[in-house]
């Protein structure tokens, strides 16, 4: 399976371009698209910290040192509690759920 390229969908770009096409275009589409920004933003913050593994990285891409521990401990929860209470449109939590396997990698991944 291609990660990389299902990765580039959670991307800060399409949250962006989500975004612009709200907020500056008042595209009648995207008018509710602010919990999908914000989702689409704590993913691939969740990514660049799962990925970090150059010691010279910067921002989120960098590792785990003293300096840096209270912001990815506050982003690890951050995601933590939007992947365990995400919902359907049936309410169902997407945790439980039979397509469940993502989330929980996630969330194993995060601990």
Known sequence: MKVNLAAQVFSTSVADALQYCCDVLQLPQFSNCHATVHFLRVLNSTFDLLNSRNPLGKGLKEPIKPKNIGTIEA????????????????????????RKTAFLGFLVSLN
């Open 75 to 98: 982003r690890v929860a951050e995601a933590h509690d939007l992947l365990t209470t995400l919902r359907d449109e049936e309410g169902k939590l997407l945790s439980k759920g039979l």
